[in-house]
């Protein structure tokens, strides 16, 4: 008899551990979309802060889309996609050419390199998150089925 009540047992621990997931995951967003929210502010004493405001609240509203389940595999998408291929374009004068460490020497401008060396790998960050925002999107989707994936 006790054998019998195991199985019946593994679908509400199942549900248990996937709520807790879920809780976790939704920490974890909303702990980088106040990340990105601050990132946005800091833009403001930059020389270019449009840009860069722009891109850093736009990842905060794809982190914000989600949480709120109203998120779109493309719009993450787009955003990675764009936040590698600027990277892309910055690389050639950071990698090898300023010391990773030196971007955390002081706040303010030092050098140009070391400006786009933290413009770069403030765009890896994102990209970064918009991938994983894109394929918890897409897995979503399917999920549920097709109205999301392709909405």
């Known amino acids: ?13 199942h549900q248990m551990e996937q709520a807790m997931s879920n809780r976790i995951w939704k920490v974890v967003n909303t702990v980088v979309l106040i990340m ?23 990842a905060a509203g794809a982190c914000l889309l989600e949480l709120v389940g109203r998120d779109r595999w ?7 996609v764009l936040c590698v291929a600027w990277a892309a374009t910055l690389a050639p004068r950071v990698v090898g050419q300023v010391p ?3 971007m955390f020497g002081a706040f303010e401008m030092k050098s140009q390199g070391i400006e786009e060396s933290r413009e ?4 890896l960050i994102v990209g970064a998150w918009m991938a994983v925002l894109a394929l918890r999107a897409r897995r979503g989707a399917g999920e549920r089925g097709i109205g999301r994936a392709g909405a």
Do not use: C, E, K, R
Not at 36 to 58: E, K, R
Not at 74 to 80: A, D, E, G, I, K
């Open 100 to 102: 990773f460490m030196s």
């Open 120 to 123: 770069m790998y403030g765009l």
């Open 36 to 58: 990105f929210v601050f990132s946005a502010i800091v833009q403001l004493n930059d020389p270019d802060p449009l840009i860069w405001v722009a891109l850093y609240v736009a």
């Open 1 to 13: 008899m006790a054998n019998d009540t195991v199985p019946a047992l593994w679908p509400a621990h």
């Open 74 to 80: 493309w719009f993450p998408t787009l955003l990675f």
